[in-house]
Structures are given as structure tokens and as C-alpha cells.
């Protein structure tokens, strides 16, 4: 619904540090911006009227229960707080002053590097939203070098690690709009979620 009314162009990542806050991000999380609430987020707004209990639920897994380290991130980065939320957008770093998707980045320095849905090659097969893994030890910890979620970025590449939680599986959304589970391991292959490959 949301690239839809946006001309098919995606929000953007929604990242704690590398890019920081802007309104254009999909989703709104941080503690200091309080005129910008989960409910307020881009995509909930396509929504309509949503109370901020069900819009929670929205983005947290069920089965996500244990905050240990989040509040851990919290505690070392009071000025945003911990990202309370199960699921992240893919993101690729600019190349030049071209976005390589999913999410479209704002820069630091106000300039604007959208991405279209359109130019995804092979929608099903790229994964769009990922559920990262949130704490670093037990059953639901793929990867304890990684890291846990802390924004509504999912690098694949980099740190960013998705969960076991689910029969050492994470659920993600594919970019034509399907579910399934998927390995940890799978995820980091840039196949399965660059927009380019």
C-alpha cells in the first residue's frame, strides 16, 4: 500500500547511526524524537488509525520475548534508546550517489537517494524485511559475533545477524510480498536480498 501512494519509491532505512533519523524513515522508533511515534511511522500511516498497542504488535514476533540486550544498547546509546521491534528493512549502502536498496537513504547531508520497486530483479527471491536476532547466546542467537537488532536497518552483508527463534529459522518478507523461514546463513548471501542481483 505504501509504494503505491509513493510512486513505487521505498521510505527510508531507518538507521541508528550511519545514516540517523529522518522523516522519510519506514519506521519511527527512537525515544528523543517524540513527535514521531511508531504510529506516525510512513508505512502505518497507509494503515489508517491504528492504537499504539496493536501497532507494537505489528512489528514484534510473539516469540520475541527477551530484552537483555537491548536493554544493553539502551544503556549505552540513551539519546535513542533501544529499537524494541523484531523486524528491519533490507539496506545497501549508496554506490556513488546511487541507492542500492530496499529502503531509500537520506544522507547526513540532506541529499535524497530514493529507490524504486521497480527496480528489483526477481521480487521473490529478494528479501525485503528481516527478523533479526536480539539476544547473543541461547537457542534463538544464529551468530554470537554478530550483532543484535538496534534500528530498521538489516545490512546482510555486514553485522547484522537474523534470528533462530523459529526452528532455527528467522521469518522474513520477500519484495513480491510472500513470507517463508529462512537460515541465517542464506540471508547473508547478497543473492537472496540485493535488489541489483
Given at each position: 500500500?505504501?509504494?503505491?501512494?509513493?510512486?513505487?519509491?521505498?521510505?527510508?532505512?531507518?538507521?541508528?547511526?550511519?545514516?540517523?533519523?529522518?522523516?522519510?524513515?519506514?519506521?519511527?522508533?527512537?525515544?528523543?524524537?517524540?513527535?514521531?511515534?511508531?504510529?506516525?511511522?510512513?508505512?502505518?500511516?497507509?494503515?489508517?488509525?491504528?492504537?499504539?498497542?496493536?501497532?507494537?504488535?505489528?512489528?514484534?514476533?510473539?516469540?520475541?520475548?527477551?530484552?537483555?540486550?537491548?536493554?544493553?544498547?539502551?544503556?549505552?546509546?540513551?539519546?535513542?534508546?533501544?529499537?524494541?521491534?523484531?523486524?528491519?528493512?533490507?539496506?545497501?549502502?549508496?554506490?556513488?550517489?546511487?541507492?542500492?536498496?530496499?529502503?531509500?537513504i537520506k544522507?547526513?547531508?540532506?541529499?535524497?537517494?530514493?529507490?524504486?520497486?521497480?527496480?528489483?530483479?526477481?521480487?521473490?527471491?529478494?528479501?525485503?524485511?528481516?527478523?533479526?536476532?536480539?539476544?547473543?547466546?541461547?537457542?534463538?542467537?544464529?551468530?554470537?559475533a554478530g550483532?543484535?537488532?538496534?534500528?530498521?536497518?538489516?545490512?546482510?552483508?555486514?553485522?547484522?545477524?537474523?534470528?533462530?527463534?523459529?526452528?532455527?529459522?528467522?521469518?522474513?518478507?520477500?519484495?513480491?510480498?510472500?513470507?517463508?523461514a529462512v537460515?541465517?546463513?542464506?540471508?547473508?548471501?547478497?543473492?537472496?536480498?540485493?535488489?541489483?542481483?
Amino acid at each position: 500500500m505504501y509504494l503505491n501512494d509513493y510512486s513505487s519509491v521505498f521510505a527510508a532505512c531507518a538507521s541508528r547511526n550511519t545514516y540517523g533519523f529522518h522523516v522519510e524513515d519506514w519506521i519511527y522508533w527512537r525515544i528523543n524524537q517524540p513527535p514521531y511515534p511508531i504510529q506516525n511511522s510512513l508505512i502505518v500511516a497507509t494503515l489508517g488509525t491504528l492504537n499504539s498497542n496493536y501497532t507494537y504488535a505489528l512489528f514484534r514476533c510473539p516469540c520475541d520475548r527477551d530484552d537483555t540486550y537491548r536493554a544493553l544498547e539502551a544503556a549505552n546509546d540513551g539519546a535513542n534508546g533501544s529499537y524494541n521491534y523484531s523486524y528491519s528493512m533490507t539496506s545497501y549502502d549508496l554506490e556513488g550517489p546511487v541507492c542500492l536498496g530496499m529502503a531509500s537513504i537520506k544522507d547526513n547531508g540532506g541529499g535524497w537517494h530514493p529507490f524504486k520497486s521497480t527496480r528489483i530483479k526477481n521480487p521473490a527471491k529478494k528479501i525485503t524485511l528481516a527478523e533479526e536476532q536480539s539476544v547473543l547466546r541461547g537457542p534463538e542467537c544464529s551468530d554470537p559475533a554478530g550483532d543484535i537488532i538496534n534500528d530498521g536497518r538489516w545490512v546482510a552483508t555486514g553485522t547484522d545477524r537474523l534470528t533462530s527463534r523459529h526452528n532455527k529459522r528467522a521469518d522474513v518478507g520477500w519484495a513480491d510480498a510472500h513470507v517463508s523461514a529462512v537460515t541465517w546463513k542464506f540471508a547473508q548471501d547478497a543473492n537472496n536480498s540485493r535488489p541489483d542481483f
